[in-house]
């Protein structure tokens, strides 16, 4: 058994912000991450997958991240470079290849294991992401095709020829849906037509949205509706390029499968070869579960980051829930510093 003051869970951006303040309040803290390299989600993501933002927007705390030299945003590669050297820049004491199977009570604290040892802290903090725990909806019927989840996709060169169904308004459903037109016969299926956000609009203008947003809540005032308000999709130049050349016209979703592929409720079909899911994700939370957490809602209740029913644990970076746009790289560093003198209070005073 090994024992800190505070372990983090996930050594994505999420846990690289809270340990830049967790150093910073000189707590003695270890970050344990499942994977055996730095970089969070963003090493998994499809090739041509870049931010929404340009660099200058897309920083953590501390250090902004490096210009990319080039008139689009950076590529995925260049957020993993600069979260690999952001860890080393703070010496952050990350161990790796840990993935964490349970998080328990003990007397004194909480006590995290892994494959191999366990931790006993005073703190602890979740950051684990969404991208492990992909979310498709049940659609009746059954398709003989081939299904997969934004996870799954990679380039549009394994799709070439086919007739592919892509299923999602958002980011990934519009940023996929464009890749593909490139190589294959594309159907586009979304849930209300899509809504772009104005073509000057990023993720700078996101973040901001979504902080208006929290305050105007905290004051009790009538919600905004914050980034929703905005739109869904961000029109980066190959969205933009395919929406304009008449590629992106989305059919509304579909009622069921039957072999051949989707059918509306007005009997249309349309055989497929390939569904590819843009639906989304969910937290992934499995290691809380022996803590009991959720409500009869299914929800974790949480006051700020922290959880109401176990005030030691922490959530950081899911989305919006613990804190706006906490899920971005420039939305998560207010959201951890927040944690961090949520817990610094609470081991100070002992309660
Ligand atoms: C398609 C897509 C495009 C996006 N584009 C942008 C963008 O342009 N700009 C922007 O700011 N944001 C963007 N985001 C949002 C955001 O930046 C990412 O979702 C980001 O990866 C979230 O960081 P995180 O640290 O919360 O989670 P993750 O990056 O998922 O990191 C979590 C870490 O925890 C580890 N982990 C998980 N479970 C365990 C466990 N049980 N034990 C130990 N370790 C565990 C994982 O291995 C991982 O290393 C995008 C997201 C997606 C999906």
Redesign the pocket.
Same mark, same amino acid.
């Given at each position: 058994m090994s024992t800190t003051k505070v372990v983090v %869970?996930?050594?994505? &951006?999420?846990?690289? *912000?809270a340990g830049y303040y967790l150093r910073r309040a000189g707590l003695d803290f270890v970050i344990?991450? *499942? &994977?055996a390299t730095?970089?969070?989600? =963003?090493p998994h993501?499809?090739d041509s997958?870049?931010? #929404?933002?340009p660099a200058q927007f897309?920083s953590l705390p501390g250090w902004p991240m490096p210009p990319y030299p080039s008139e689009w945003?950076p590529p995925a590669g260049h957020?993993v470079d600069y979260l690999t050297a952001y860890e080393k820049r703070y010496e952050l004491p990350i161990r790796r290849s840990?993935?964490?199977?349970a998080v328990s009570r003990t007397e004194g604290g909480l006590q995290v294991a892994?494959d191999s040892g366990t931790w006993s802290a005073e703190a602890v903090v979740s950051?684990?992401?969404? =991208?492990?725990r992909p979310f498709l909806p049940l659609v009746p019927g059954s398709f003989a095709g081939r299904q997969l989840h934004?996870v799954d996709y990679r380039n549009p060169d394994e799709f070439a020829g086919q007739r592919v169904v892509v299923v999602g308004g958002g980011?990934?459903g519009a &940023?996929i849906a464009a890749d593909l037109t490139t190589a294959a016969e594309v159907t586009w299926v979304t849930r209300r037509p899509p809504r772009y956000l104005p073509d000057e609009v990023d993720?700078h203008a996101l973040f901001d949205a979504a902080t208006r947003r929290r305050r105007v809540l905290d004051r009790g005032e009538a919600d905004t509706g914050g980034v929703a308000a905005l739109g869904d999709i961000?029109a980066l130049p190959p969205v933009r390029r395919a929406r304009d050349a008449g590629l992106l016209t989305a059919k509304p979703m579909f009622a069921r499968f039957d072999e051949d592929g989707p059918v509306w409720s007005d009997d249309t079909r349309l055989p497929a070869d390939t569904v590819i899911w843009c639906t989304g #994700?969910r937290p *992934?939370l499995?290691?809380l579960a022996p803590l009991r957490l959720r409500g009869a809602d299914g929800r974790i209740a949480t006051h700020g980051t922290r959880v109401v029913d176990e005030p030691r644990l922490h959530l950081?970076?899911?989305g919006d829930w613990t804190g706006p746009?906490? *899920?971005?790289? %420039?939305?998560?560093g207010m959201t951890a510093r927040a944690a961090v003198a949520d817990i610094t209070s609470h081991l100070d005073t002992g309660r």
């Open positions: %869970i996930g050594g994505g &951006q999420a846990g690289l *912000a344990l991450d *499942a &994977q730095p970089g969070g989600a =963003w993501g499809w997958l870049r931010l #929404f933002s897309s945003y957020v840990e993935p964490v199977s892994t950051a684990t992401g969404t =991208w492990w934004t980011n990934s &940023q993720g961000v #994700f *992934a499995s290691h950081l970076g899911y746009a906490s *899920a971005t790289l %420039i939305g998560v």
